[in-house]
C-alpha cells in the first residue's frame, strides 16, 4: 500500500507533518519500537510507529531519524500521548532526511495502526506472501530461526508461483526454493551470472532479463543490507563479490507492487548474506595474523602456535594439524583506477575457492583469506589424507580452478579488469609457509605475463627456470652473466683452465666433489683447486647456496 492511503482513513488519527512529496512511498511493514537505535530490525519499506520514550531532549532527534533514513524506512509515526505535540525539532530532523512524518492522535492505540496496515497489504495481490516475508525478516534479523533464503524462495514457488534461485557471482547456486522443481543446470547458473555481471558493469539498474533456452529469466541485485545503490563510489568495488537473485519470469511484464515485493525479498535475502560475511572476520583475522608473521619473519614456532588456532576454527573435528597451501590473487584495473584491489580480491577468492558444484555458502567456512595492497592471500587447509599424497598432486591445482568461473568472472572485469591467480605446493608446517607464500606469488607473476582477463599459474609451473628466465629483461640478463662468468671465460681463454665445464659439472653434481671429479676424470685436489680458482676470480663461495643459484642461472641464461 501507498503512505498517501493511509491519511485518507480517519479511523487511524494520523495527520501529515512533513513529507507531502514522499506519498506515493509504498508500505511493506510496520514496526513499533522505542529503542534509541531500531537497525538492526529494520530492512526497508516499513511504517515506524513510536511512542518518543527514546527522546530525552532535542539533539536525539537527528541521529533517530538519520538511522531511520539509511534503513529506508518509508515514513514515522509519532504518537502525541506521552509529550502531547510531535516536537519541532523531530519535524526538522525528519524534513531535513526527507522522511515524511505523521503525528497518531493519543487516542488511537498503535496496534489499530498495524492491524490495518498489516490487513490492506495482505488485501493486495501477493500480500499474503509479503506478510509471510515481513515476519521472516524479523526471524532473520534477530537469529538464525528464519530459516535463511530457502523459506523466502519457497514462499515466491508457493504463493506467486514464481521459480527462483540466489546465485554468486561466479554463477554458484546459493538457495533454490524447494517448490521450484529441478535445479539449475550448472551451465545456466554461470550463463546467468556472466549477463548479470555485464549488464552490471553497463549501469543498468536492475531487473535485467534474460533469455536463455526458451526461457525469460529476470535477475536482480542483491546487495548489502547495511549498503544503499548509491553507497559505492564505484560498481567495480562490489560486482564481483554481490548475489543476484534469478527468477525465471518477465519481470517487465509486472506491475509495481510485484517489483517492490521482489526488491523486499532481495532485501531479507541480503541481512542473511551480511551475516554470513560477519562470520568470515574471525576467518580472515586468523589469515591477517598468519600472514603478517610470515611476511615480517617471525619465528617458526609463533606462526605454528598460530595455525594450531586456526586448524581447529577452519577444520573443526581435525584430530592432527593439517598441511596447507597459500593462494594468491591481484585483481586490476586499467588506467590507474582507485578501486580497492585487496578487498576486491579478498571477496572474490572466497568465492573462487570454493567447489562449484557445492550448493549454499558453508564450504567457505573452511577457507581463510586476508588482503595486504592490492594483493588477496589465501590460507587454505588440507586434510591429512590429502597430506599423505604427494605435495604435487595433493590439493588444489592452478587449471581446475577457474575453469568453471572463468565465463561471468571475464564479463564482470570487462575490457578493464584483470584477475591473476598463483597457487603454491602443499606445505606441512610453519617452516615452508614463508616459502609457499613467495612461490604462490611467483606463480601469479607467471599468470599475469599470459594473455586473458582471468588467468591462473600453480607451483608445477615453476619447476623449471625455463618459464622464469623469460621474464627477465636482456639488458639484465647480459650484466647478470657477464658479471659472474666473464672473469672465467678470460682465464679460460689465456690458460685453457676449462673454469666453465669444471663450474657446470660442480653444479650439476650438487657440489658432490667425489662424484664431480669422477665425471671430470681428475683428482678430487685439483677439482678443489679449480673450484677454488672460480671463487677467487669472482668473489663467490661454491659452498653457499645462493651463490650456487646465481651461477647456475647466469650459465642458463649465457
Same mark, same amino acid.
Given at each position: 500500500?501507498?503512505?498517501?492511503?493511509?491519511?485518507?482513513?480517519?479511523?487511524?488519527?494520523?495527520?501529515?507533518?512533513?513529507?507531502?512529496?514522499?506519498?506515493?512511498?509504498?508500505?511493506?511493514?510496520?514496526?513499533?519500537?522505542?529503542?534509541?537505535?531500531?537497525?538492526?530490525?529494520?530492512?526497508?519499506?516499513?511504517?515506524?510507529?513510536?511512542?518518543?520514550?527514546?527522546?530525552?531532549?532535542?539533539?536525539?532527534?537527528?541521529?533517530?531519524?538519520?538511522?531511520?533514513?539509511?534503513?529506508?524506512?518509508?515514513?514515522?509515526?509519532?504518537?502525541?500521548?506521552?509529550?502531547?505535540?510531535?516536537?519541532?525539532?523531530?519535524?526538522?530532523?525528519?524534513?531535513?532526511?526527507?522522511?515524511?512524518?505523521?503525528?497518531?492522535?493519543?487516542?488511537?492505540?498503535?496496534?489499530?495502526?498495524?492491524?490495518?496496515?498489516?490487513?490492506?497489504?495482505?488485501?493486495?495481490?501477493?500480500?499474503?506472501?509479503?506478510?509471510?516475508?515481513?515476519?521472516?525478516?524479523?526471524?532473520?534479523?534477530?537469529?538464525?530461526?528464519?530459516?535463511?533464503?530457502?523459506?523466502?524462495?519457497?514462499?515466491?514457488?508457493?504463493?506467486?508461483?514464481?521459480?527462483?534461485?540466489?546465485?554468486?557471482?561466479?554463477?554458484?547456486?546459493?538457495?533454490?526454493?524447494?517448490?521450484?522443481?529441478?535445479?539449475?543446470?550448472?551451465?545456466?547458473?554461470?550463463?546467468?551470472?556472466?549477463?548479470?555481471?555485464?549488464?552490471?558493469?553497463?549501469?543498468?539498474?536492475?531487473?535485467?532479463?534474460?533469455?536463455? %533456452?526458451?526461457?525469460?529469466?529476470?535477475?536482480?541485485?542483491?546487495?548489502?543490507?547495511?549498503?544503499?545503490?548509491?553507497?559505492?563510489?564505484?560498481?567495480?568495488?562490489?560486482?564481483?563479490?554481490?548475489?543476484?537473485?534469478?527468477?525465471?519470469?518477465?519481470?517487465?511484464?509486472?506491475?509495481?507492487?510485484?517489483?517492490?515485493?521482489?526488491?523486499?525479498?532481495?532485501?531479507?535475502?541480503?541481512?542473511?548474506?551480511?551475516?554470513?560475511?560477519?562470520?568470515?572476520?574471525?576467518?580472515?583475522?586468523?589469515?591477517?595474523?598468519?600472514?603478517?608473521?610470515?611476511?615480517?619473519?617471525?619465528?617458526?614456532?609463533?606462526?605454528?602456535?598460530?595455525?594450531?588456532?586456526?586448524?581447529?576454527?577452519?577444520?573443526?573435528?581435525?584430530?592432527?594439524?593439517?598441511?596447507?597451501?597459500?593462494?594468491?590473487?591481484?585483481?586490476?584495473?586499467?588506467?590507474?583506477?582507485?578501486?580497492?584491489?585487496?578487498?576486491?580480491?579478498?571477496?572474490?577468492?572466497?568465492?573462487?575457492?570454493?567447489?562449484?558444484?557445492?550448493?549454499?555458502?558453508?564450504?567457505?567456512?573452511?577457507?581463510?583469506?586476508?588482503?595486504?595492497?592490492?594483493?588477496?592471500?589465501?590460507?587454505?587447509?588440507?586434510?591429512?589424507?590429502?597430506?599423505? %599424497?604427494?605435495?604435487?598432486?595433493?590439493?588444489?591445482?592452478?587449471?581446475?580452478?577457474?575453469?568453471?568461473?572463468?565465463?561471468?568472472?571475464?564479463?564482470?572485469?570487462?575490457?578493464?579488469?584483470?584477475?591473476?591467480?598463483?597457487?603454491?605446493?602443499?606445505?606441512?608446517?610453519?617452516?615452508?609457509?614463508?616459502?609457499?607464500?613467495?612461490?604462490?606469488?611467483?606463480?601469479?607473476?607467471?599468470?599475469?605475463?599470459?594473455?586473458?582477463?582471468?588467468?591462473?599459474?600453480?607451483?608445477?609451473?615453476?619447476?623449471?627456470?625455463?618459464?622464469?628466465?623469460?621474464?627477465?629483461?636482456?639488458?639484465?640478463?647480459?650484466?647478470?652473466?657477464?658479471?659472474?662468468?666473464?672473469?672465467?671465460?678470460?682465464?679460460?681463454?689465456?690458460?685453457?683452465?676449462?673454469?666453465?665445464?669444471?663450474?657446470?659439472?660442480?653444479?650439476?653434481?650438487?657440489?658432490?666433489?667425489?662424484?664431480?671429479?669422477?665425471?671430470?676424470?681428475? %683428482?678430487?685436489?685439483?677439482?678443489?683447486?679449480?673450484?677454488?680458482?672460480?671463487?677467487?676470480?669472482?668473489?663467490?663461495?661454491?659452498?653457499?647456496?645462493?651463490?650456487?643459484?646465481?651461477?647456475?642461472?647466469?650459465?642458463?641464461?649465457?
Amino acid at each position: 500500500m501507498r503512505l498517501r492511503a493511509l491519511l485518507d482513513t480517519d479511523a487511524l488519527g494520523l495527520r501529515l507533518l512533513g513529507g507531502e512529496d514522499e506519498l506515493d512511498r509504498a508500505v511493506r511493514g510496520v514496526m513499533t519500537t522505542d529503542l534509541r537505535d531500531p537497525s538492526r530490525y529494520l530492512s526497508g519499506g516499513e511504517l515506524v510507529l513510536t511512542g518518543l520514550a527514546w527522546r530525552r531532549d532535542a539533539a536525539d532527534s537527528e541521529p533517530f531519524v538519520r538511522i531511520l533514513a539509511q534503513a529506508g524506512v518509508a515514513a514515522l509515526a509519532a504518537g502525541e500521548a506521552e509529550l502531547g505535540d510531535v516536537p519541532e525539532d523531530l519535524v526538522l530532523a525528519c524534513a531535513r532526511h526527507r522522511l515524511p512524518l505523521f503525528a497518531v492522535h493519543e487516542s488511537v492505540a498503535f496496534a489499530t495502526i498495524t492491524e490495518h496496515v498489516v490487513r490492506q497489504v495482505s488485501g493486495e495481490r501477493a500480500g499474503d506472501l509479503a506478510a509471510v516475508v515481513d515476519r521472516h525478516r524479523r526471524m532473520m534479523t534477530s537469529g538464525p530461526a528464519g530459516g535463511g533464503p530457502d523459506v523466502v524462495l519457497d514462499l515466491l514457488g508457493s504463493d506467486l508461483d514464481l521459480r527462483a534461485w540466489v546465485l554468486s557471482p561466479t554463477g554458484r547456486l546459493i538457495a533454490g526454493s524447494k517448490v521450484a522443481g529441478p535445479a539449475l543446470p550448472a551451465e545456466t547458473c554461470t550463463r546467468l551470472a556472466a549477463e548479470h555481471l555485464a549488464a552490471s558493469r553497463t549501469g543498468r539498474r536492475g531487473p535485467h532479463r534474460v533469455q536463455l %533456452h526458451g526461457a525469460t529469466y529476470s535477475l536482480f541485485p542483491i546487495r548489502s543490507s547495511g549498503r544503499s545503490p548509491q553507497a559505492a563510489r564505484d560498481v567495480r568495488e562490489t560486482v564481483l563479490s554481490d548475489w543476484l537473485l534469478a527468477v525465471e519470469a518477465d519481470a517487465g511484464d509486472w506491475p509495481g507492487e510485484r517489483l517492490d515485493l521482489l526488491q523486499g525479498v532481495t532485501q531479507l535475502i541480503a541481512v542473511e548474506r551480511d551475516r554470513r560475511d560477519a562470520a568470515r572476520t574471525v576467518r580472515r583475522r586468523l589469515a591477517q595474523e598468519v600472514l603478517e608473521l610470515v611476511q615480517t619473519g617471525a619465528a617458526p614456532a609463533e606462526i605454528a602456535a598460530r595455525l594450531r588456532v586456526a586448524a581447529p576454527v577452519l577444520l573443526p573435528g581435525l584430530g592432527a594439524a593439517p598441511h596447507w597451501q597459500v593462494v594468491v590473487a591481484r585483481v586490476e584495473w586499467e588506467g590507474g583506477h582507485p578501486v580497492d584491489g585487496g578487498q576486491v580480491a579478498q571477496s572474490l577468492l572466497e568465492e573462487v575457492l570454493v567447489d562449484p558444484l557445492a550448493t549454499g555458502p558453508e564450504p567457505s567456512d573452511r577457507i581463510a583469506v586476508a588482503h595486504t595492497g592490492d594483493e588477496a592471500v589465501a590460507l587454505v587447509p588440507l586434510p591429512s589424507v590429502a597430506a599423505e %599424497h604427494d605435495g604435487s598432486e595433493a590439493g588444489l591445482l592452478a587449471d581446475s580452478l577457474l575453469q568453471a568461473v572463468r565465463e561471468p568472472l571475464s564479463a564482470g572485469l570487462d575490457d578493464d579488469g584483470r584477475l591473476t591467480l598463483g597457487v603454491s605446493a602443499a606445505v606441512h608446517s610453519a617452516e615452508g609457509l614463508r616459502g609457499a607464500l613467495e612461490e604462490a606469488r611467483h606463480a601469479r607473476r607467471v599468470a599475469a605475463a599470459r594473455t586473458g582477463r582471468v588467468c591462473a599459474a600453480g607451483h608445477q609451473e615453476l619447476a623449471s627456470h625455463v618459464l622464469l628466465l623469460p621474464f627477465v629483461p636482456d639488458d639484465v640478463r647480459r650484466a647478470f652473466t657477464a658479471r659472474l662468468l666473464d672473469p672465467l671465460k678470460d682465464y679460460d681463454r689465456r690458460h685453457r683452465a676449462e673454469l666453465i665445464p669444471t663450474l657446470e659439472a660442480f653444479l650439476d653434481c650438487d657440489g658432490s666433489w667425489t662424484r664431480c671429479a669422477t665425471r671430470l676424470h681428475l %683428482h678430487v685436489n685439483t677439482l678443489r683447486y679449480r673450484v677454488g680458482r672460480i671463487e677467487q676470480l669472482t668473489g663467490r663461495d661454491l659452498s653457499r647456496l645462493e651463490d650456487k643459484l646465481d651461477f647456475f642461472l647466469a650459465l642458463r641464461m649465457s
